[in-house]
């Protein structure tokens, strides 16, 4: 069974760098099936993909997010980083890592329980 | 466009059958997933690919797709229902995913 666990700060100072990992258990990074993802959600809002990273190394980011974000990877493969620069209170948010299953359909099968991030001074 | 559309709200009494749906140009070329959301808890996903469930999903749970438009249906809704849903597909590109803006259905 697959499990995932964020961890990191819940509050980031505007235009600081948000920073949060993601801890797979009974999984690895490394696999060439699945995308490691992070996903957020701002509070009452919808979900927002923020990027993947695929087989130790591949990224791919939300076009909108792109210039801001980097995912990687630890030489364990059994954890993936999420860091955002530049942040202001529209980061604010619930972020979530999750399992994605390469192919034409996304299916987030295995999810964390999500970390509140909230960006104030 | 890389945007997929969902109604806000659906309402659905006990028993009944209520049909959510997904509009996207992408969804031309891909096949939507499916998300139940519950208040303060993670998405689970309900319905992924032409319309396959994960294990443990209940069979009330079923998709389709014609044209642009996928859609969700729940045949015998219960109050365990109740929640928010989530429609998911890759964007045109294929390079990215996108979410719909999410139907809150209301079991009466």
């Known amino acids: 069974q697959v499990q995932l666990q964020e961890s990191g700060p819940g509050l980031v100072k505007p235009s600081e760098t948000l920073s949060l990992t993601c801890v797979v258990s009974?999984?690895?990074?490394?696999?060439?099936?699945?995308?490691w993802t992070w996903i957020r959600q701002p509070p009452g809002r919808g979900l927002e993909w923020i990027g993947y990273?695929?087989?130790?190394?591949?990224?791919n980011y939300n076009p909108s997010l792109e210039s801001r974000v980097t995912i990687s990877g630890d030489t364990s493969n059994t954890q993936f980083t999420l860091r955002l620069t530049s942040v202001t209170a529209a980061d604010t948010a619930v972020y979530y890592c999750?399992?994605?299953?390469?192919?034409?359909?996304?299916?987030?099968?295995?999810w964390g329980q999500g970390s509140l991030v909230t960006v104030s001074s | 466009s890389s945007e997929l559309t969902q109604d806000p709200a659906v309402s659905v009494a006990l028993g009944q059958t209520v049909r959510i749906t997904c509009q996207g140009d992408s969804l031309r070329i891909y096949y939507a997933s499916w998300y139940q959301q519950k208040p303060g808890l993670a998405p689970v996903l309900v319905i992924y690919a032409k319309n396959n469930r994960p294990s443990g999903i209940s069979d009330r749970f079923s998709g389709s797709k014609l044209g642009k438009t996928a859609s969700l249906t729940i045949t015998g809704a219960q109050a365990e229902d109740e929640a928010d849903y989530y429609c998911g597909a890759r964007d045109s590109s294929g390079n990215s995913v996108v979410f719909g803006g999410g139907t809150k259905v209301t079991v009466l």
């Open positions: 990273i695929y087989n130790s190394g591949t990224t």
């Open positions: 009974g999984g690895s990074v490394s696999s060439s099936s699945y995308y």
């Open positions: 999750a399992r994605d299953t390469v192919g034409a359909s996304p299916s987030f099968d295995f």
